[in-house]
C-alpha cells in the first residue's frame, strides 16, 4: 500500500428522519457496524457544535492574556457559562443557544464577570428551588422567604461582587 492510499473503506448510506438529504457516513475500519459508526458520529457532533457554539457565542480563544492561569480562566469561564446556558436551554423547551445568546448579549456586555456569574448563579439557583417546590417534597419556598436564605444570598453576593482589597 503506497502513502497515498487509506486502504479499505466502509459507506453506509442514511437518511435521517424529516430530511430529504442523504448523508453517507464513510469508515476506514470495515468491522464497524452502521449503529457504531452512528453513535461515533453523533458524539463527533455534538463536539463540534460544543466547540463551535464556544468560539462563536462565548469568545473562546481571543485571550491575549499571557499569563497561564488567565488563559485557563478564561477556558474554564467559558465552559461554565456554556453549562449554564445549556441547563437554562433545557429547562426552557430547549430553545436554540443562539437565541438565547442573542437575547442576552446586551445584558452580558454591560456587566463584569463577577456580574455575569452572579447573575445566572442565582437563576439556576432559582430554577432548582422551583422545580423542587413543584414536586412537593420539600417546602422550598418557605425557605427562600427565610432570614437563612437571605444571608446566604448575602454570603453569595458579596463573595462573587465585591471586589478585593
Known sequence: MHDDEIGDVKLSVCRFPFQKQWRVLLSTDT???FVA????YATRWTIAVF???MTQQL???PCQSRDFDAQI???TTCCILYIFLAYFRRVHAYAPLG????GMAAELVEKNLAERLWA?????LDAAVHAIAESGAVDLSQFK???EYAALKTLFEESFLQPES
Do not use: D, N
Not at 437565541?99 to 442573542?102: I, N, Q, R, V
Open 120 to 124: 445566572l448563579c442565582e437563576e439556576l
Open 37 to 40: 459508526m452512528m453513535e461515533i
Open 73 to 75: 480562566a478564561h477556558v
Open 99 to 102: 437565541a438565547l445568546f442573542e
Open 59 to 61: 469568545r473562546l480563544g
Open 31 to 33: 468491522a464497524l457496524s
Open 145 to 147: 422567604r427565610s432570614p
Open 51 to 53: 466547540f463551535k457554539e
